[in-house]
C-alpha cells in the first residue's frame, strides 16, 4: 500500500501531541496490512465528505483518506472532529 500526504495532513499531523503521533504511527502500520481492519473503524463519510474514508486513531482524533486505486492512498486531513467541518 502506497500513501501519500497533503500538505495540509503534513500541518495537521505536526501539532498533534507526541502520544498521538506514536499511535498514528501505529495505526499506519495496521493501516498498511489491511486498511478495513477492525482495529481502524474505518467507515465512508458522506455529505460534503462523499467519496473520503476515516478511520480511528482514538475516541476524538481520525484521520481522513481518498483510495486513489487499489494500491495508493491519500491521508488528506487528521485531528479531532472539527477536520469534518
Do not use: C
Not at 502506497?2 to 495496521?30: G, W
Amino acid at each position: 500500500m502506497r500513501i501519500f500526504y497533503s500538505t495540509k495532513f503534513d500541518r495537521e499531523y505536526k501539532k498533534l501531541p507526541r502520544n498521538i503521533k506514536m499511535i498514528a504511527e501505529e495505526k499506519e502500520i495496521v493501516f498498511r496490512n489491511n486498511p478495513f481492519d477492525r482495529k481502524l473503524d474505518a467507515h465512508k463519510l458522506s455529505g460534503r465528505l462523499k467519496g473520503y474514508w476515516a478511520f480511528w486513531l482514538d475516541q476524538k482524533y481520525r484521520i481522513i483518506f481518498e483510495f486513489a486505486d487499489k494500491r495508493t492512498v491519500w491521508f488528506h486531513s487528521v485531528g479531532d472532529h472539527s477536520i469534518y467541518r
